[in-house]
């Protein structure tokens, strides 16, 4: 089992940057796609970003792209989202997970999700 752990989130104007980490314990981290998603208020849970194990395979939701940016350290077990040209439309509490098998971008696919960490994003 691996289990993750969220840090970075907090409150920015728009237009500002984050960097958020998603720290992992447990079973080999480095083998593993991880992924990003968020949930906003109201609103059901969104895929943001993935990345596969070896950072050759890297996924983002349209409305990131070019804006986010998923990289990992395996040596430190850690993935991280960068965050810039924040929008208000990106408040959400961001969530960070693991998908033990084939690489996707499929929620259904991830497990040992995290507790999230909330991004707050004013105009």
């Known amino acids: 089992q691996v289990h993750v752990v969220e840090s970075g989130g907090g409150l920015v104007q728009a237009g500002g940057s984050l960097r958020l980490s998603c720290a992992a314990f447990?079973?080999?981290?480095?083998?593993?796609?991880m992924g990003w998603f968020r949930q906003a208020p109201g609103k059901e849970r969104e895929f943001v970003a993935s990345i596969s194990w070896n950072s050759g395979q890297i996924t983002y939701v349209d409305s990131v792209k070019g804006r986010f940016t998923v990289s990992r350290d395996n040596a430190k077990n850690t993935v991280y989202l960068q965050m810039n040209s924040l929008k208000p439309e990106d408040t959400a509490v961001y969530f960070c997970?693991?998908?033990?098998?084939?690489?996707?971008?499929?929620?259904?696919?991830?497990?040992?999700w995290g507790q999230g960490t909330q991004v707050t994003v004013f105009s």
């Open positions: 997970a693991v998908n033990f098998g084939y690489y996707s971008d499929y929620e259904g696919d991830f497990r040992s």
């Open positions: 447990g079973r080999t981290f480095s083998m593993y796609t």
